[in-house]
């Protein structure tokens, strides 16, 4: 008895200054997304959530999109602790490790990945090569177009100048388009001096940036899948109490459970596209086919080339 009184009394004593300083943290989130884009809306309404639900443990701060800071400065800013939570996809900090835009080639979703050893794979791999922590992933569901200006009959984009990132780069160049790299932010000025013939984007948010005033056909089929998430800076995440670490996580848990959302908002969008006049460009079924396949082709040879270590890895759990 005696003994476990001194034991409670030293455990008290140890315990009280840390609870003290760490009762209530407060996150300082950017969005690689420009601020008036959807992905940034769902975001600031999730951190409300948080807030509320968070006070005396964990609060985050939304200090804003690329003006704050640019959008392919974002993955160096978490990697550095500069900012602690970033929302960004993966080919936005390729600059960080060539493997962040391996994610677009998953077929299995961030439920199974929970499952299958994918986040645990994912997880090491991000601490290891970018110092970071990947809470949850909240977009997926969502397959990449091209979209264009100009009409083709056929998978070549031959004398086409087209707007990319990592994401497309290889198979579009495989296509024969000349590319150029931007972030979301400059795509409609591009568009609206005449620079670019196309670009790459998901099925859905263009309407957000006022791109469908510059957009007059959507290539189909999509292929991959759009990857948007949370990465936090890993010397902040260890540096969390358990109790502080336990709710974030539940909170980003809770918002990756709800990527369900993409699937009927990705329909709503494409009628939104055909209704404000952008026409659909389709091949015969064995043209898309091989479309699709190329894409794939493409995206895994990359992968395995710029990550021999972990390309062949992440295959196993990210494709079907
Ligand atoms: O086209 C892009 O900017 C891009 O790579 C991307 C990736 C995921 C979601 C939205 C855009």
């Excluded at 392919?72 to 080919?91: H, M, N, P, R, Y």
């Excluded at 991959?224 to 539940?250: C, F, H, I, W």
């Excluded at 995206?299 to 890895?313: D, F, V």
Aim: with cysteine; charged share 25%.
């Amino acid at each position: 008895m005696k003994t476990r009184h001194r034991l409670a009394a030293i455990a008290c004593l140890a315990l009280t200054p840390a609870l003290a300083a760490a009762q209530e943290i407060t996150l300082k989130l950017v969005s690689a997304f420009p601020e008036n884009q959807f992905y940034v809306k769902r975001t600031t309404d999730w951190i409300a959530d948080v807030n509320k639900d968070g006070k005396g443990i964990l609060q985050i701060n939304f200090i804003g999109g690329p003006k704050a800071i640019p959008t392919f400065e974002v993955g160096k800013s978490v990697q550095s602790g500069v900012v602690d939570i970033g929302l960004s996809t993966g080919a936005f900090y390729t600059n960080v490790m060539p493997e962040a835009d391996i994610l677009k080639l998953s077929e299995t979703s961030a439920a199974e990945q929970r499952k299958n050893g994918a986040y645990e794979l994912i997880n090491k791999i991000w601490a290891e090569k970018a110092n970071m922590r990947y809470l949850a992933k909240v977009v997926e569901f969502t397959p990449f177009h091209l979209y264009l200006n100009k009409k083709i009959d056929k998978p070549d984009l031959t004398g086409l100048k087209i707007r990319i990132t990592p994401v497309y780069r290889d198979f579009f160049q495989s296509m024969n388009a000349q590319v150029m790299t931007t972030a979301p932010g400059e795509v409609y000025t591009a568009l609206e001096r005449g620079v670019i013939d196309g670009y790459g984007w998901p099925i859905h948010t263009l309407f957000d940036l006022n791109w469908q005033e510059k957009t007059k056909f959507r290539v189909d089929p999509g292929f991959y899948n759009a990857e948007v998430g949370l990465v936090m800076n890993l010397d902040k995440y260890k540096s969390l109490t358990p109790a502080q670490r336990e709710y974030l996580e539940r909170k980003a848990l809770a918002y990756e459970q709800q990527n369900d959302f993409w699937k009927a908002y990705n329909v709503s969008e494409a009628k939104r596209q055909a209704d404000t006049g952008i026409q659909t460009i389709s091949f015969d079924a064995a043209t898309s086919k091989a479309y699709v396949e190329k894409a794939k082709e493409i995206g895994w040879a990359n992968a395995i080339k710029t990550s021999p270590q972990y390309g062949p890895e992440l295959k196993k759990v990210l494709a079907r």
